[in-house]
């Protein structure tokens, strides 16, 4: 059983457990070649349920080079191609988040599945991508990658006996990341920039693991701009939301090291991450499989000796868990995991909203 991060009831848990029963394999596109999507790629390797069988992108020999890397795979030109090709069952949408829209309605249209990276441009914008893909009968995921590995489930399940009532999180998810060549720095691409592309995933904690969908109360954000770019490369803030819960968060590009730290705190005591958005044993990057995946509760005033470290393996990476669920909602797109899958994003998208506009107006939100 899994928790309702809506209701707070319990309900099955569809995308953290359940093995894949397809016999045919999902055909993927790729549309855009950076550096995320060359992670998808090599996750596809690992499962028979999702097949890599074309690549788009702006530049047709950046496809071809890409294709080369991950094995015979159809190149097109366009994205529009690709989605006229009758070559895929569903897509992933890996582009600056400034064309990520009419590209992802285009693939609904078009009777594919959707997996599309984040942020989007906003919650309006999610949402027409969301209800063009119920609407069409297609199944759509966003590429949040942790929400799929069994530790969340398991911390989730684990909440009220090692926290009590959650009380409020903090995270911080830091990489150095300054390259101002890099879309990430560049506004008319990633409009949101560190806040929609860092602090997404600060935001996702509070969907995953509050339960609440309660109002945000207030919000007060702080963020950093590139010199010359003029792109948010970092930012911190505060959310309470009407319920009582409240949420601190830093992220950004500035910091020289990788910082994924998450703390969810009750009257029982902390469940403690140092790795929540990628794990360290079957992240991207460079995987370390000494540091094997889990959590730490912290009670009391027990020092670092009697803290209690629970192990939560996984025999597949986070990201492989991700293709196989795009494979199940894509079969079954009018299920209760579909449904499941629009909520959380939508929230998500939602709660960066907040963030966004507080930043914009100079002001914070306050009521």
């Known amino acids: 059983m ?11 848990c569809f995308c953290l457990t359940q093995p894949s029963s397809m016999s045919t394999p999902l055909r993927l596109g790729i549309i855009g070649t950076g550096f995320i999507a060359d992670v998808i790629a090599h996750a596809l390797r690992s499962t028979a349920t999702v097949t890599l069988n074309a690549v788009a992108s702006r ?19 366009s994205w529009e191609s690709l989605l006229k090709s009758e070559t895929v069952d569903a897509v992933y949408v890996a582009t600056p988040t400034s064309v990520r829209e009419s590209i992802c309605l285009a693939a609904a249209a078009q009777g594919l599945a959707v997996l599309a990276e984040k942020p989007f441009l906003n919650w309006e914008s999610l949402q027409k991508i969301t209800q063009a893909c119920s609407q069409a009968g297609v199944g759509f995921l966003d590429g949040t990658h942790f929400t799929h590995h069994p530790r969340t489930q398991a911390v989730r399940e684990a909440l009220s006996q090692k926290t009590g009532p959650l009380q409020g999180l903090r995270t911080s998810f830091f990489f150095p990341a300054l390259d101002r060549n890099n879309i990430r720095l560049q506004p008319d691409k990633e409009p949101t920039g560190a806040i929609g592309d ?15 969908d309660a109002s945000v109360a207030e919000c007060r954000s702080w963020a950093q701009r590139d010199a010359l770019t003029g792109g948010w490369i970092r930012g911190a803030g505060f959310l309470r939301l009407n319920d009582g819960f409240t949420a601190t968060w830093d992220a950004g590009y500035t910091v020289g090291a990788c910082l994924m730290d998450l703390d969810l705190m009750g009257s029982q005591g902390v469940i403690s991450m140092d790795d929540f958005v990628l794990d360290w044993d079957g992240g991207f990057g460079k995987p370390d499989p000494t540091r094997l995946v889990g959590f730490t509760h912290r009670f009391g005033m027990a020092n670092p000796s009697t803290w209690v ?10 990201a492989h868990r991700m293709l196989e669920a795009l494979a199940r ?9 579909m449904a499941l899958s629009i909520r959380r994003s939508l929230r998500t998208q939602e709660l960066v909203d907040t963030v966004v506009a507080s930043l914009r107006d100079g002001s ?4």
């Open 59 to 77: 530049r047709v020999e950046t496809a071809a080079a890409f294709a080369l890397r991950h094995g015979s795979v159809s190149v097109f030109e």
């Open 329 to 337: 909602l894509a079969r079954n797109p009018l299920g209760p995991e």
């Open 364 to 367: 914070g939100l306050t009521s």
């Open 309 to 318: 470290r629970t192990e939560t393996p996984s025999p597949q990476p986070q």
């Open 2 to 12: 899994g928790l309702d991060l809506w209701t707070r009831r319990p309900e099955p």
């Open 198 to 212: 860092m602090a997404w995933y600060s935001m996702r904690a509070v969907v995953e693991y509050s339960g609440s």
